[in-house]
């Protein structure tokens, strides 16, 4: 007969307890996901440097992000250090509290990371898209993420009061607290409805440009990474639910809301990169973007006044190859949409061009041309619809 149970647990069982530690799991995934942010985000300023595209505010966004999401992989980290991943029954007091306390950390860390990274993607999306009835969507979205974000903040920083109560769990039959588990699943379900809407913001907008199916699918995708990230959420969401169901042995059950946490806050970054990164690829691998499309329509708007607008000052063009003829070193993707009366061309250059107003065009970087006839309200010809940068041969 098994003698010294611990809480009336057999040694048999016990040693088959031990064995099953997420621990290692946990770690290893966390280190996987943030070096793999890092990596993102070193890439996007080296492209921002090597290209001569100047940084702007979604970059500074990113690195605030970077900061937080390496705070909270430590602090995730030190959670399964002090026992987190383990079942209940091998962790004692003081190491419950200590995990609890960087539970708290990391979660107001975690916050502050995952809002950053949400500004960042909508900054980038008020520079792409300049039509305001694109831009409002933005501003709206923009308000509810930063709202979350303070009112997550808020939340669980004062989760108990006193503060320590939270990990203190000596304190807590005397402390307010609230209900932890109901506020993980409110915020975390906010979470992934933002997730899904920035995801989808870019799509309306670039499927109305007449542009080749395939390539709208392409920009689709990469702007709308975001839907991974939604799943993930779902998945964390899930986890909290099984944590919820397992009152006795949370530390065991505390895994797997951590690693999907990190993972969750990691990819959002990686993919609030990635269109940063596709000019890069383009200059290191040139058969990266060896497509070259163009889309002509007839069809103009007639409206007076003109406007200019840039698509992408940080973002970078899908397609593109060396020109033959004239010695060329660009290629474009033109295409015309009617939104808000105005007629857009896209335009892409693979290497730097001086336009005919002395704007430069950036290698990699997508404008937006509204071309209009201002000496008549006559439709413009097919062939002053056609503006080709110079040094730039014509496609057709």
């Not at 609030?272 to 290191?284: M, Y």
């Not at 993707?333 to 430069?360: K, Y």
Request: aromatic share 8%.
């Amino acid at each position: 007969m098994d003698s010294n149970p611990v809480n009336g647990i057999p040694p048999s069982v016990l040693a088959d307890l031990a064995r099953e530690d997420q621990g290692p799991k946990t770690i290893g995934l966390i280190a996987t996901f943030l070096a793999l942010a890092f990596i993102a985000v070193c890439l996007r300023f080296v492209a921002r440097i090597r290209l001569g595209i100047p940084i702007g505010w979604e970059d500074y966004f990113i690195l605030v992000s970077m900061t937080c999401s390496i705070l909270a992989s430590a602090c995730q980290i030190m959670q399964v250090h002090h026992g987190f991943g383990k079942h209940q029954v091998f962790v004692d007091l003081p190491s419950t509290i200590l995990a609890l306390k960087y539970l708290y950390f990391g979660i107001l860390c975690y916050g502050i990371s995952f809002t950053f990274i949400k500004i960042s993607i909508l900054t980038q999306y008020e520079r792409i898209f300049s039509v305001k009835a694109t831009r409002i969507p933005i501003y709206i979205v923009m308000g509810i993420s930063v709202a979350g974000g303070i009112a997550a903040l808020f939340t669980f920083m004062f989760a108990c009061v006193p503060v320590d109560a939270f990990w203190n769990v000596l304190k807590q039959p005397e402390a307010r607290c609230i209900d932890l588990e109901k506020a993980e699943y409110g915020l975390g379900t906010l979470n992934t409805v933002t997730d899904l809407m920035i995801a989808a913001l870019p799509v309306r907008a670039i499927w109305r440009l007449q542009i080749v199916r395939s390539q709208k699918i392409a920009l689709v995708m990469i702007l709308s990474l975001g839907w991974f990230v939604s799943i993930v959420s779902i998945f964390r969401i899930t986890s909290l639910a099984e944590l919820a169901h397992h009152p006795d042995d949370q530390s065991f059950y505390s895994a797997a809301p951590i690693y999907w946490a990190s993972t969750e806050m990691n990819l959002a970054m990686v993919c609030a990169c990635a269109p940063s990164l596709k000019p890069l690829i383009s200059r290191i691998v040139p058969g990266f973007a060896s497509r070259d499309m163009t889309v002509e329509s007839g069809q103009r708007s007639r409206t007076r006044g003109s406007r200019l607008s840039s698509v992408g000052r940080s973002f970078q063009k899908l397609n593109g190859r060396d020109g033959s003829k004239g010695g060329s070193n660009s290629s474009r993707i033109t295409g015309n949409t009617e939104e808000q009366g105005m007629e857009m061309t896209v335009v892409t250059a693979l290497s730097p061009t001086q336009r005919s107003d002395q704007e430069e065009v950036e290698p990699g970087r997508i404008i937006i041309m509204n071309e209009i006839d201002q000496r008549s309200d006559r439709r413009m010809s097919d062939a002053s619809s056609r503006r080709i940068l110079p040094g730039q041969s014509e496609t057709v």
